[in-house]
């Protein structure tokens, strides 16, 4: 609630922008906590989704020009270009230990990234080129919103996904592989189901990403954007969605915050300091990350009667979002 | 009737050791099985052959009639043999319900259903049938508990539903007993009890308790240093010879000695 009001009271631009970049980066982590979280899978090349995603929007409104139907057929052109990319990847290594898709991801990933900066005539190489944006979009609240509204549907699509039958198979597939295959279950088959739902919502969020600069280049095909969503699936609770989503915020938030103290003083230019320290105590205070941390005190604390899904899913999301807005 | 399993010639070799050694062995359908043998006999290797965990280095393993010694372990699951491990194997963080669940679930051949909630009314079926195991076992009331903090007969008994979750015309039980305390060892001979007197199952059993092997078993298999040492009724194994050595001592150098002695008798 907080959040849909938002826009109309605040008239900070970067404030919303900020606020904008947390919704897609929640989209993100949420796509890697379901390969982390709920398949026990790990990934090193994360990021080669998102910059397929960000890649496609950003040639195709360069090429075709900016309007509504060429980007909604860029986004599905990424997210088709990751589900194959993904279903690749995962035929070849999920079939053995889980170290081999690590590596091979993270192949992939560098390969992608040879790649965006080697076909100049396509991505202007390392540089990166700006592009236009349909009208509609150009504006910043109207962006907000469509974030806002990808990211819920997004958690709730993500949500039905992992309460359906498969969705509890890939859990069973996280806790136990040898079981899980000996029930019958033929387990490369989920790994892959789950590596492709995580592409396919990782080129989502890169596509939105790039919308908001009107800029793309080779950063999207970046480590740091695989640990960015490694450490906010961490921070917020490996195997919740909602941490995931609380990960993004504060991880963006202390980027904001951190750069912004470097007017004060000089010592906060080297925020990437600071915020080694905040990862530190996060992990010491909350080992099983912070949601799954509360989570598991909340069990104890009722004993009794421990149910793993918490109904009111969608409204604790924007309470917790909200209490930072108003600390802020 | 066909036997609902055949071994011929079974052996697998880990390098130049032979963990079992030319098993030919039926089971006819219905039957109750066991397999003793002392320590580092291969049962447990026979099982891990029989179910698909381990690949035979040579000889088939038949079962309803169709050579499976090709197939994954999923693969003979779906034909309908269920095993249980050792040592304990469920789902450590997921709720003893859930464990069930999943095998209900497997058994019922929704594998790749992703739209409906798994608790809608399609598929709620299948928490009922779990929750119905789960009484059989006598876990009924510990539906909520995560299965990492049951006790460990009581995984155990879990471990037996998931099994029976899967309907499995062949059960092929690895020590259900083994490292339970003794107050808990009455109930899971009281599900065995229960699963056999239902009579629509094979089951094959390790055990090393005696006196739960001669009240259950239709017949007997021994097994000593990966050979078949003999196979019968429960009274001809308990009268046997040979037997009787194989467990006291002494008969494992004569083994070595004459590599013959088992094949002939």
């Known amino acids: 609630m907080v959040l849909i009001g938002l826009p109309f009271v605040t008239d900070s631009r970067s404030f919303l922008m900020m606020l904008t970049q947390i919704f897609i980066f929640a989209v993100f982590a949420m796509s890697y906590d379901i390969l982390l979280g709920y398949t026990g899978i790990v990934s090193f090349g994360h990021c080669m989704f998102f910059g397929v995603g960000a890649y496609s929007v950003g040639v195709m409104m360069n090429e075709k020009g900016a309007a509504i139907g060429s980007l909604l057929l860029a986004i599905l052109i990424g997210m088709v270009l990751s589900a194959l990319l993904s279903y690749i990847v995962g035929m070849l290594s999920l079939r053995l230990k889980s170290h081999f898709y690590a590596m091979l991801t993270l192949a992939f990933s560098g390969l992608l990234l040879v790649l965006a900066e080697k076909w100049r005539s396509v991505t202007h190489g390392n540089d990166g080129f700006t592009f236009q944006v349909p009208e509609l979009i150009k504006d910043r609240t109207v962006l907000y919103f469509i974030a806002l509204v990808i990211m819920v549907l997004v958690y709730l699509g993500l949500r039905r996904f992992i309460h359906t039958p498969v969705g509890r198979v890939l859990q069973a597939v996280r806790e136990n592989e040898q079981r899980t295959e000996s029930l019958g279950f033929e387990i490369v088959h989920y790994k892959v189901l789950a590596s492709i739902v995580a592409g396919i919502t990782a080129s989502l969020s890169g596509s939105l990403y790039v919308l908001t600069l009107r800029f793309v280049n080779t950063t999207v095909f970046s480590m740091d954007m695989t640990l960015n969503a490694l450490l906010m699936t961490i921070i917020g609770g490996v195997g919740t969605l909602i941490g995931a989503i609380i990960g993004a915020s504060i991880i963006e938030f202390a980027h904001h915050w951190l750069t912004e103290l470097a007017k004060f003083h000089p010592i906060f230019e080297r925020w990437i300091i600071f915020f080694g320290l905040l990862y530190i105590l996060v992990v010491l205070l909350f080992p099983a990350g912070i949601v799954g941390t509360l989570r598991s005190k909340w069990h104890k604390y009722r004993k009794a009667r421990p149910q793993d899904t918490d109904p009111s899913g969608v409204s604790t999301e924007s309470e917790s979002q909200g209490k930072k807005v108003n600390v802020s | ?265």
């Not at chain 2, 099985?33 to 038949?62: D, H, M």
């Not at chain 2, 009639?65 to 090709?70: L, T």
């Not at chain 2, 059960?171 to 239902?198: F, H, M, Q, Y």
């Open chain 2, 1 to 265: 009737m066909d036997p609902i399993l055949q071994t011929e010639g079974l052996t697998i070799a880990f390098g130049a050791y032979t963990a079992v050694d030319d098993v030919t062995l039926a089971v006819p359908r219905n039957h109750f099985k066991s397999i003793i043998g002392p320590n580092g006999a291969g049962k447990t290797t026979f099982f891990n052959l029989l179910s698909g965990q381990l690949k035979v280095t040579q000889g088939t393993v038949k079962f309803k009639g169709q050579d499976v010694s090709a197939l994954p372990p999923f693969a003979r699951t779906r034909l309908g043999m269920g095993r249980s491990f050792q040592i304990t194997n469920v789902f450590p963080k997921l709720t003893v319900l859930e464990n069930v669940r999943l095998a209900v679930q497997s058994q019922a051949g929704v594998r790749f259903h992703m739209l409906l909630h798994y608790r809608s009314r399609r598929f709620r079926v299948f928490e009922e049938g779990a929750l119905h195991l789960l009484d059989m076992v006598l876990l009924g009331s510990r539906r909520d508990t995560l299965a990492m903090h049951l006790a460990h007969g009581e995984k155990r008994k879990l471990e037996i539903a998931m099994l029976l979750a899967l309907q499995p015309d062949l059960l092929l039980l690895d020590e259900p007993t083994a490292g339970i305390s003794l107050e808990e060892v009455p109930a899971i001979l009281e599900v065995i009890r229960r699963i056999k007197s239902e009579g629509d199952r094979t089951i094959m059993l390790i055990e090393h308790k005696m006196e739960m092997i001669l009240d259950l078993s239709d017949s007997i298999t021994v097994l000593f240093n990966g050979k078949l040492l003999a196979d019968g009724t429960p009274e001809d194994i308990m009268n046997n010879e040979m037997v009787q050595t194989a467990y006291l001592g002494g008969l494992y150098d004569d083994a070595v000695a004459s590599q013959g002695h088992a094949d002939v008798y």
